[in-house]
């Protein structure tokens, strides 16, 4: 018979696992364990947003990364004159801002609260800690970010290249009348 006072001491609270649970869905923290999703987790500030909030503007210094834990975020591309586009609406289990733990450079869009939020936030010097403290947790979650970023800049070229042949093609139909 299982002794319940074991399995409570070596088994975290059910929001905990939940929590776990959401950061082993994420790429960052892809092939990490429990305890090293645990250290991870107490690194973590949890932030709440209402809808039409925004949690930062476009080129402004980046702190860190957000996981949404609830809600939809907007993630959008300030353009020309008072213009913007929306790049994409990330709903729960997704995350953002994530070069912001690699270098302080300024945002490269603002991120805007579409559906009420809670918002995980690891900043860079949470990150920085943890690799002290640990740092073969730290290679590997630096090594998860560089094969995300790769990813992103393959799909980021290969949709360039799609966007140069559907320009091709409209200049040839327009040169040529279909």
Not at 11 to 37: A, D, I, V, W, Y
Not at 114 to 129: H, M, N, R, S, V
Request: net charge positive; aromatic share 6%.
């Amino acid at each position: 018979m299982k002794n319940p006072l074991w399995s409570y001491l070596f088994s975290p609270p059910r929001e905990k696992r939940t929590l776990l649970e959401l950061l082993k869905l994420l790429p960052m923290f892809e092939g990490l364990n429990q305890q090293e999703l645990i250290q991870i987790s107490r690194a973590l500030h949890e932030r709440k947003y209402h809808k039409g909030e925004t949690v930062f503007k476009e080129n402004e210094p980046g702190a860190g990364m957000y996981i949404i834990e609830k809600g939809e975020i907007a993630i959008i591309k300030e353009l020309q004159g008072d213009n913007s586009i929306t790049l994409a609406i990330l709903k729960e289990k997704s995350f953002f801002g994530e070069l912001a733990l690699l270098d302080e450079i300024p945002r490269s869009a603002s991120a805007a609260v579409e559906k009420d939020a809670i918002l995980l936030g690891f900043c860079k010097p949470d990150l920085e800690k943890l690799i002290e403290r640990n740092p073969r947790l730290g290679a590997k979650i630096l090594s998860n970010l560089a094969r995300l970023i790769c990813r992103r800049l393959l799909q980021a070229n290969a949709n360039m290249e799609q966007m140069q042949n559907d320009l091709n093609e409209f200049k040839r139909v327009r040169d040529h009348g279909g």
